[in-house]
């Protein structure tokens, strides 16, 4: 090879080396570019990272934001829920209430009305009430005008009562006159007759008709000739028949007196017997009245004890004998036992 071409070999090795140098430094430059461009876009991935955390970090607050918000919203639901239930029991009192306020101003309208009532009822129970002293003054002033009347009819009572025990007192005194060996037997029989009576329990009046009855029980004797009366010794047949004429003879004179208590039957019945076995009818038990067999028992009771002008007296214990002897045969059972146990067990006494 010649000098000329391998200088031409030269240059054209330089040229070749210098393309290549060239071309190297281009490729240089454009990895320049390429790491700058490398650079930029790390710088910008970075950034973007950064922005990224940011997005983050918000979207996570708001979550949490979110959640709070979830909570306070079920918060206030079941606040709301709680409400609503209270507004609902509310409610439900409420229409208690008005059903207890309707019932109440029912109750309240009824009690006005029986108020009402209550007051017209005492409205008429005052007015009759008034009426009622109007009429009680009234009646107070009659029963006044009574009382007066009465205490009047009582005096004038009284007074005709004592003429009448007078007048009764003058017909014994009579009797006991017409036989003065009996004097004083018929106020005695009516004494033992009134003590018998009060035992069988005999109201006042009752033993002021016994008293009576005692008095005048022998008036019909007054028809009887004193010398029959007063005979001594025994008497016939027919003085002894005109006796017993007494029991009718009384009756007749004292029925037509008007006596409260039936003193013309006790005359007419004193010497009845409860076995038949007296006169003038032949009576019998309670066919005979109480009264007249109480005279009975104490009739005999006076005449034995006493003094008679046909023999002496035969004493109180004789007399006793002589009824307990009779006792349910011709005299009261009930009234003998107690003329008994008056003179044996309560030391009675036939008056003097
Ligand atoms: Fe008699």
Known sequence: MHAAELVVANRALAFENAEKEKRA??????NAELAFQNAEKE??????????????????????????LVIANRELAFQNAE?????????????????????????????????????????????????LAIANIELAFQNAEKGKRTAELVAAN???????MNTVRVAMILSELRDPYTAGHERRVAEVAVAIGAELGF??????????????HDVGKMIIPAEILSKPGG?????????????????DVLKVVDFPWPIAGIALQHHERMDGSGYPQGLKGDGILIEARILAVADTIEAMSSHRPYRAALGIAAALAEIERGR?????????????QLFRENGYRIPE
């Open 25 to 30: 430094a281009e490729l240089l430059i454009a």
């Open 43 to 68: 710088k910008r991935a970075a950034e973007l990272v950064l922005a990224n955390t940011e997005l983050a970090f918000q979207n996570a607050e708001k979550e949490k934001r979110a959640a709070e």
């Open 83 to 131: 409400k609503e239930k209270r507004a609902a029991e509310l409610a439900v009192a409420n229409k208690e209430l008005i059903v207890q306020n309707e019932e109440k101003e029912r109750r309240a309208a009824e009690l006005v009305v029986a108020n009402k009532e209550l007051a017209y009822q005492n409205a008429e129970k005052e007015k009759r009430a008034a009426e």
């Open 158 to 164: 009284e007074a005709l009562h004592g003429a009448l």
């Open 203 to 216: 109201d006042k009046s009752r033993l002021e008709g016994l008293r009576v009855a005692g008095y005048l």
């Open 235 to 251: 008497l016939s047949a027919i003085e002894y028949s005109l006796i017993k004429q007494h029991a009718q003879a009384g009756h």
């Open 328 to 340: 349910a045969i011709t005299y009261d059972a009930t009234v003998v036992d107690v003329c008994l």
